[in-house]
């Protein structure tokens, strides 16, 4: 029996031992979990502190940026409402976790002001507390400008760990914390659990035998797993590893962070080793080593460490490891360390995309043109690649016209080079263009569920189907991402792409902003620069700060514009000259008014005039502090005056020689009007620039005043040039709003006949640039065409004529109009060229029995376009052929409601309305298409534009019109093939289609009229398309009591019912016509050029008082045959001129 007591005395003894020595190993590792838990703990607060300064400093800086032209209180309560709304939305980390955001009172001494509530689930926030309360330790070292972590109170009497950093850009307080009974909680239920177990193994042991050894065992390895359940809720993983062995331990909780069971795998450094992500494992390892090395040599306790792991499923995690040593040998080398691992994935992925952001944000706000975005989207691609976002393609898609969009595509796939096209008629454009237009972003996360448009068939990875794609629209364009992986991108991946958009769109305003910044500079530049004035400004010492690039060479400086610069007009000129120069300036600082005064200036030895327009820069206090002018070299004009009265002196002694000085005088003066008007130019045009752009009224009048002086300065130009002239120039030019274009356009149908009989392309080109109304003489310029092109024709067999007409604009009301007439014919050898425009001069060797002529044309050409103030010139090769250039510089510009329409008379448009229709308009000019749309603006009728035969026919399969305008010839499938399938489809044979064109020949019409319900030559009036509508369409006439008018069969319209419109005026016109036989006769008889001109210019004049249109046709026609001296066809045309007055009579006893 005492026996067995002794035995149990020992065998308890034995138990208690055990248990003691388990406690003692249970405190020891809970000892260093905890700290390595707290440092853990501290680094996430320093880390989640950092990176929310960061965050918080970078919206106060860009809401800083944004408001700059506002006020700092805008920007502050932009930014508080972002950082409030963002931490109303915020989870917290832990149970506890928090962030608080304070700064210090203007209206307690030495208080702190809570900007956001300080815990959570309370929407609250605190009052202000003084600045020296214990509760408020951490935020009291935030605002003093330090950075840490700290043990203290807060606000509520909590012991929290807390991390400040301070926001040196708003001048805050920011606090990271969490209870530090959180983070105890954990350790403090695995030691009483511990000791609770210790108590009852020790209580058991004392009333069982041995027997209960094993039971009593098995409640220690239930300890282990309530210690293990403690550090999962914790979310730490625990490692134990022997350095000499190798041997290692990882805890449930380490293996389950990676994906495996407990004992999946082997328990050792290797294993630790090999799940290291290739790119970390050598740091990784050196790092341990060296602390190993560190710990042998000065006893280094801790370490802690950073590295990516491989998971299970292939993913990657980051990790960061801490750790201690608990055993070393008797030389103190490590043996034995014990630490934990903490899954910091999240926080690196968040640092990783605030880094990414940046990155990207440095990159596309480097930019300086769309041309350097290769840069910007490698940066992009890479930035894919670091944040381990899977994709098959990415592209970018910027439209580059955001008003009529179409997309420059850039592609890349991760093993791809990078490439750029531009391929608007891919499949995808048009949705891509719809996805921008939305602004949403478009997920389709499986296409072969859901496939919207159409992209699995376009979309393929080789043989393998693209299943995912996500477009994200930004201010101009989308950014795209595809996989062969159904549901590839998650959730966050989403919104960092979204975050990505967001600074794209940032970038590309930027450089729409830059652009349109460097454009007006640009032009400001431009216009200062190539001026021929002197563009200069003065301080208020009179030295100079700017001038324009031509400064120092008009006034013969042998210097830069930049050595000018900080020189005064004592450092230039002659001290008498400058002195004039000083006292000018002077008047204008001391008046504060705009002055124009004429300045003498030496150049290369001799006085030149300058007319000067200076005025004064005032400061924001009104002030002047600096002067400003333009001054333009008027030498030219006085010398002029001067030659003037000499040449008038000369007249009255020397009547023979008056006519050779006018005409030097002529020609001195065209000469220096140009040189004279093109600075003027300048002068008015950057007065004008000037005036939109300055808002100041005083500075507005400042500018009136310099282009008061400046058009007074044109007006006795003007005055100088009416002194002289020409005394032979009888012919007067009548300029009016002319419809350029039109005229152009006429040139076809009237040579239409000759360059058919010689078979002959004539082809028309007309530059959009051309202002559409201009103040011309019609006439005139119509007589320069005829001459020009006649002369082509004759002188060409085969091959073709170009008409080319284009213009350039001058300032908001004039244009330079340039036209060209070029032929393949003969051509003109090099020393005839210059003859070619002299009276009675012809080509030497030329034909006359073969071409005729009288050798006038080209110098009555060359002389019209003189006066009308233009030049003409030639180029030519024989054999090959020849083109005359003529340009007429500085004509006015006039608005389109000014051209006359004189050949409407004959029906009121705007007294006529039509029932709703729809109209096809098939032609592949877009400048004949806005004629029609401009003709028929206002009449309710729809209109349908295609630009040959094949998108008309497409167009009336889709929506069939009412009627169709069909030009002839076009691209693709001209107007006659088209019409012809159409009227061979029963289903469309009924439409009336009317045909369009200047391209038809005689033996062409009646092609034409078989097939067509209509037709109209180019040029055509609006009363003429008007007119022809009426055969088709329902139609009525305002004010009228009628009802709509049904549109007539084709066959039983003229075309324009102008007899019955004038009926009641046939009489009258009939009897003017009468009176108009006797001069018929006479000019008939003798065919002298200038009494047909006048003879046909009354027949006209009659045609369009009277409204009738063959007859005012006649006259026109008779008065272009004039011009060209075609005899021949003089004779016939006057020949019918009973016919149309017997036809009148006809009418009206019908």
């Known amino acids: 029996m005492a026996g067995m007591i002794s035995s149990r005395q020992i065998q308890l003894r034995s138990v208690v031992i055990l248990t003691a020595v388990i406690l003692s190993v249970v405190a020891a590792g809970s000892i260093v979990l905890y700290r390595t838990t707290l440092e853990s703990r501290k680094e996430q607060l320093v880390e989640l502190a950092r990176s929310q300064a960061r965050m918080m400093e970078a919206v106060a800086k860009f809401d800083a940026f944004f408001f700059s032209d506002g006020t700092e209180g805008a920007s502050r309560a932009a930014t508080l409402s972002q950082i409030r709304e963002s ?50 330790v951490p935020m009291r070292l935030a605002l003093s400008g330090k950075s840490g972590v700290v043990e203290a109170l807060d606000l ?79 979310g730490v993983g625990l490692w134990d590893l022997n350095v000499h062995t190798g041997k290692t331990y990882f805890s449930p909780q380490y293996m389950a962070m990676l994906g495996y069971g407990p004992e999946e795998l082997p328990h050792s450094y290797e294993t630790w080793r090999n799940m290291l992500h290739p790119e970390d494992r050598e740091q990784s390892e050196a790092t341990f080593q060296q602390f190993l090395q560190r710990s042998a040599e000065t006893g280094e306790q801790f370490f802690d460490l950073e590295f990516r792991l491989r998971t299970k499923e292939g993913g990657v995690l980051w990790i960061l490891a801490r750790g201690g040593i608990i055993e070393r040998d008797s030389n103190g080398n490590p043996v034995r360390l014990i630490g934990t691992q903490v899954n910091i994935t999240e926080r690196k992925r968040h640092e990783l995309q605030d880094a990414a952001v940046q990155r990207l944000r440095n990159s596309i706000w480097a930019l300086k043109g769309t041309e350097g975005f290769t840069a910007t989207f ?44 531009i391929r608007p008629e891919l499949p995808w454009t048009q949705f891509i263009v719809d996805i921008w237009k939305n602004q949403e972003i478009a997920y389709r996360p499986d296409l072969s569920r859901e496939d919207p448009f159409g992209e699995s068939v376009f979309f393929r990875d080789g043989v393998k189907p693209v299943r995912c794609v996500i477009d994200i629209p930004f201010s101009h364009g989308t950014l795209a991402l595809n996989s062969t992986e159904p549901n590839a991108f998650a959730d966050w991946q989403i919104e960092f792409l979204q975050e990505m958009a967001d600074v794209l769109s940032e970038g590309f ?29 003065k301080d208020l010492e009179g030295r100079y700060f700017l001038v324009n690039d031509r400064w120092a060479e008009i006034l013969g400086l042998k210097m830069t514009k930049e050595e000018v610069i900080g020189k005064t007009d004592y450092d230039l000129f002659l001290p008498e000259i400058a002195d004039v120069l000083r006292q000018n300036d002077r008047a204008v600082i001391d008046s504060q008014t705009a ?20 005025f004064p820069v005032l400061g924001t206090d009104g002030e002047p502090i600096a002067t400003c002018a333009i001054s333009t070299d008027i030498t030219a004009i006085k010398e002029a005056e001067q030659e003037l009265l000499e040449a008038k002196e000369a007249a009255e002694l020397a009547a023979h020689t008056a006519e050779a000085a006018n005409r030097s005088k002529s020609t001195f003066l065209a000469n220096m009007s140009h040189e004279i008007r093109t600075p003027m130019n300048a002068i008015l045009g950057f007065t004008e620039i000037l005036q939109r752009l300055v808002a100041d009224v005083q500075q507005k009048n400042y500018l009136d005043s310099i282009q008061m002086s400046g058009k007074s300065l044109l007006t006795l130009i003007n005055d100088i040039l009416d002194l002289s002239k020409v005394e032979a120039g009888k012919l007067e030019l009548e300029y009016r709003p002319t419809d350029s274009r039109s005229l152009f356009q006429e040139m076809e149908t009237i040579f239409s006949q000759r360059v058919s009989q010689k078979n002959l392309d004539f082809q028309i080109d007309i530059s959009s640039d051309l202002p559409p109304a201009l103040v011309l003489d019609e006439t005139r310029l119509r007589q320069v065409l005829i001459n020009l092109i006649g002369n082509a024709v004759k002188f060409t067999d ?24 070029k032929d393949t014919g003969v051509g003109i050898p090099p020393d005839q060229q210059g003859k070619v425009f002299g009276a009675f001069e012809q080509r030497e060797g030329q034909s006359v029995n073969e071409y005729g002529g ?65 109209i096809l308009v098939a032609d592949d000019v877009a400048v004949n298409r806005d004629l029609v749309k401009g003709y028929l603006d206002g009449y309710g009728l729809t209109l349908i534009e295609a630009e040959n035969g094949q998108e008309a026919i497409e167009f009336v399969h889709q929506t069939p019109p009412d009627l169709i305008l069909m030009d002839i010839k076009m691209p693709v499938l001209d107007g006659y093939t088209a019409t012809r399938r159409l009227k061979a489809d029963p289903a469309y044979r009924e439409i009336p289609i009317v045909a369009l064109t200047a391209s038809v020949m005689r033996e062409t019409e009646e092609e034409l009229s078989q097939v067509c319900d209509g037709f109209l030559k180019k040029p055509l009036t609006q009363v003429e398309l008007v007119a022809e509508l009426t055969c088709f369409l329902q139609h009525s006439l305002i004010g009228k009591e009628t009802d709509l008018v049904e549109a007539t069969a084709p066959g039983d319209s003229p075309g324009v019912a ?41 027949v006209q004049k009659l045609g369009k008082e009277f409204g009738y249109t063959p007859l005012s046709t006649w006259g026109e026609e008779l008065q272009n045959q004039v011009l060209t001296f075609d005899m021949a066809a003089m004779e016939q045309t006057l020949a019918g001129f009973p016919a149309h007055i017997e036809e009148l009579k006809s009418k009206i006893a019908s």
């Open 509 to 537: 305003r930027r450089l729409d902003d830059l652009r349109a910044l460097e454009q007006s500079e640009e032009f400001l530049n431009s216009v200062i620069n190539n001026s021929t004035a002197l563009i200069y400004s």
């Open 87 to 136: 931490h109303r939305k915020y989870t917290g980390f832990g149970e506890t976790g928090e962030i608080v955001l304070a700064e210090l009172t203007e209206f307690q001494e030495d208080g702190i002001v809570f900007l956001l509530p300080t815990r959570r689930n309370d929407f609250r926030i605190p009052e202000p507390v003084p600045l020296h309360s214990d509760l408020a």
């Open 1058 to 1098: 102008l007899a019955e419109i004038a009926l009641e005026k046939l009489p009258q016109l009939i009897e003017q016509l009468e009176t108009h036989r006797a001069a018929w006769q006479t000019v008939s008889d003798t065919l002298t050029i200038n009494e047909v001109e006048e003879f046909a210019a009354s």
């Open 798 to 821: 085969q091959g073709d004529i170009k008409l080319a007409a284009s213009g350039v604009q001058r300032g908001l009301h004039r244009a330079d109009m340039s036209f060209s007439v």
């Open 156 to 234: 509520s009497g909590y012991t929290v760990l807390a991390a400040y950093e301070y926001l040196p850009f708003l001048e805050m307080g920011l606090v990271a914390k969490i209870d530090k009974s959180e983070i105890i909680k954990p350790f403090v239920r695995a030691w009483i659990i511990s000791g609770l177990i210790a108590a009852l193994v020790i209580v058991v042991a004392a009333l069982l035998n041995a027997k209960t050894v094993g039971p009593l065992i098995q409640r220690v390895y239930d300890s282990e797993e309530r210690l293990n359940l403690a550090m999962a809720t914790s």
């Open 378 to 421: 490698t940066a992009i691609l890479e930035i894919l690649k670091d944040l381990q976002i899977d994709y098959n393609v990415c592209g970018i898609n910027v439209l580059d016209d955001l008003d009529d969009p179409s997309v420059i595509y850039m592609r890349n796939k991760p093993d791809h080079m990078l490439t750029e096209e």
């Open 854 to 918: 009288t050798g006038l044309g080209l110098a009555i050409t060359k002389r019209l376009v003189e006066m009308m103030g233009g030049e003409i010139s030639v180029e030519s090769e024989v054999g090959k052929g020849s083109i005359f250039h003529v340009v007429l510089k500085n004509v006015e510009i006039a608005a389109e409601d000014t051209l006359t329409g004189e050949d409407a008379a004959t029906l009121d448009v705007d007294a006529l309305t039509f029932a709703p229709a729809t």
């Open 595 to 614: 002055m124009s005064e004429e300045e003498e200036v030496e150049i290369e030895g001799k006085l030149h005039t300058f007319i000067s327009v200076k």
